[in-house]
């Protein structure tokens, strides 16, 4: 393949402010992006496409705040800004959360109501395969105090729904437009390709 035929590598940032960052930046370097930290607003200008990681929403809410960036990111995805959150970061793009605090802000980047730690305490994690949307076979899916999706608004796509247990159907991966948010932590089991399919967005959308 020469040169003139090589996919651009898109400029990815993660938002660096808490959370697991480091196997998002990993990953997505995997797949064939540049990515870079975003800690501030001319940082978040400058990128094609932006991960919101885990971590712990009412912390990373706080600190959006603190760093000046809340508005910045609602603006850039009011924008169309490619964007994709796992987790917490599900939890930030809902336009609506249940079971967290009053102050707590959100961005509103897909239209779905999502109950924060649905699952339960640290102690209620686990692992399952899912099928997802776009993907041959099943993903491996690590949830931990992870959050699901209680409502979707129209023009949201479901990926992916908890195949059986006591949470059968619950939805766990959602899309609208260029915004993905998954209630699992696709960076840390070292199948990545979530992140590719977030990677080709990205790609696609510039």
């Known amino acids: 393949m020469n040169a003139t035929s090589t996919p651009a590598r898109p400029t990815i940032g993660?938002?660096?402010?808490?959370?697991?960052?480091?196997?998002?930046?990993?990953?997505?370097?995997?797949?064939?992006?540049?990515?870079?930290?975003?800690?501030r607003e001319s940082e978040l200008a400058a990128v094609?496409?932006?991960?919101?990681?885990?971590?712990?929403?009412?912390?990373?809410s706080t600190l959006l705040q603190a760093f000046d960036l809340l508005e910045p990111l609602r603006a850039r995805l009011r924008d169309g800004l490619p964007a994709f959150?796992?987790?917490?970061?599900?939890?930030l793009l809902a336009s609506e959360v249940?079971?967290?605090?009053?102050?707590?802000?959100?961005?509103?980047?897909?239209?779905?109501?999502?109950?924060r730690n649905a699952f339960g305490r640290q102690v209620d994690s686990f692992e399952t395969?899912?099928?997802?949307?776009g993907l041959d076979t099943p993903v491996r899916a690590v949830f931990i105090r992870a959050p699901w999706v209680e409502r979707v608004g129209d023009g949201v796509e479901v990926l992916a729904r908890v195949p059986h247990g006591p949470a059968e159907g619950?939805?766990?991966?959602?899309?609208?437009?260029?915004?993905?948010?998954?209630?699992?932590?696709?960076?840390?089991?070292?199948?990545?390709?979530?992140?590719e399919l977030f990677v080709d967005l990205v790609r696609a959308a510039r």
């Open 85 to 91: 959150g796992s987790c917490a970061g599900m939890i």
């Open 48 to 60: 094609d496409g932006l991960v919101l990681p885990g971590g712990e929403s009412t912390a990373i």
């Open 98 to 115: 249940l079971d967290t605090r009053a102050d707590a802000q959100h961005l509103s980047g897909i239209d779905m109501t999502v109950r």
């Open 129 to 133: 395969d899912l099928d997802f949307t």
């Open 14 to 39: 993660v938002l660096a402010l808490q959370g697991d960052v480091r196997e998002h930046v990993a990953a997505l370097e995997h797949c064939g992006a540049d990515p870079v930290l975003v800690r």
């Open 170 to 195: 619950r939805i766990v991966a959602a899309r609208q437009g260029n915004v993905v948010a998954t209630s699992f932590h696709p960076e840390v089991t070292g199948d990545l390709r979530v992140h």
